[in-house]
DNA sequence: AGCATTATGTAGTCCGGGCTACATTTCACG
DNA sequence: CGTGAAATGTAGCCCGGACTACATAATGCT
């Protein structure tokens, strides 16, 4: 048994418990951030969003992307009738834009630190979904003083 | 003055299903990767790596744990001997010190620009596993010249 | 109008990653 | 030592998110 004198050394587990908590918390709504997000953008730029075309612009199966769909009724964020495409709920329309802000910031920050901006958008895709506010915040510091 | 590139505006849909595709690898392989960094840290620290430890610092059950860790093994990054303890393979230690060099980059560089220690450490947890190498270099770039 | 093509939807499968419940093994200690 | 607590392992369930295969609806073209 050891003395507990190292007060701050020791990463305490709950805490670590807790940061990978958020972590697959952020991973499992990862999805439903990236459909409203383009099916929002469809909607902006070709009046309508297709289930094949949201599972084209994901490199998915339109079967894939019609499940999904389904979840993303199922919790309120879109609506849809038989053949007829998919529109936002007020929550989708609100996340979606959120997500597409904070996808842009990623981005920007991104390219604004050196990195190419191919790489910038493909690891993007990824990262927003863990950046929390007080790190958008941050990068948005940064690119206002850049 | 930025040049104006004026490049893609129209987002290719093979590049975005192709950078989601990206995103979807990464998350697939996250958690073998902080399941291995963890591993690494616990056999460094401790001496040994048991299943339980390993659970409580990711906030799961051990059953959770140990079907993991069973792919691991399936995946020749671990090994292990029944009621032993997890020893990392060659595979598996190299991934380990990969992944815990960008985790250490990753939140040392969210600090660097003004992001609040503990919520480093959050964001980081999820973010790490979506930074490329070109991203990476670009984030060791900064903390070089900060 | 009729037919071929395309889009949409459904069914069924697979694996990952979480859980609970229970069985078994190890180990500390009285 | 023995034995009870802790660790480990197993079984079985659930849901998400991917796929293929097939069925049905909508649409566009001749
Ligand atoms: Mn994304
Ligand atoms: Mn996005
Ligand atoms: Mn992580
Ligand atoms: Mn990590």
Same mark, same amino acid.
């Given at each position: 048994m050891v003395a507990m004198h190292m007060v701050e050394q020791?990463?305490?587990?709950?805490?670590?418990?807790? $940061?990978?908590?958020?972590?697959r918390t952020a991973? #499992?709504?990862? =999805?439903a951030q990236d459909y409203v997000e383009i099916i929002a953008d469809l909607l902006a730029r070709e009046g309508e969003a297709r289930? &094949? +075309? @949201?599972? $084209?612009?994901?490199?998915v199966t339109h079967a894939t992307a019609i499940? &999904? @769909?389904g979840r993303l009724k199922r919790d309120g964020l879109a609506h849809s009738k038989p053949y $007829? %495409?998919?529109? =936002?709920?007020?929550? %989708? !329309?609100?996340?979606?834009?959120?997500? $597409? #802000?904070? !996808? =842009? &910031?990623?981005?920007?920050?991104?390219?604004? @630190? %050196?990195?190419?901006p191919q790489v910038a958008e493909a690891d993007a895709e990824g990262i927003?979904?863990?950046?929390? +506010?007080?790190? =958008?915040?941050?990068f948005e510091r940064f690119l206002a003083n850049a």
């Open positions: 020791d990463s305490a587990p709950p805490d670590e418990a807790a $940061r990978h908590a958020s972590a991973r #499992a709504s990862a =999805l289930p &094949t +075309d @949201i599972a $084209r612009r994901l490199g499940k &999904t @769909i $007829r %495409g998919v529109f =936002l709920t007020e929550a %989708g !329309h609100e996340l979606a834009q959120r997500v $597409r #802000a904070r !996808h =842009l &910031t990623v981005v920007a920050f991104l390219a604004a @630190i %050196g990195v190419p927003e979904h863990h950046v929390s +506010d007080a790190t =958008l915040a941050a």
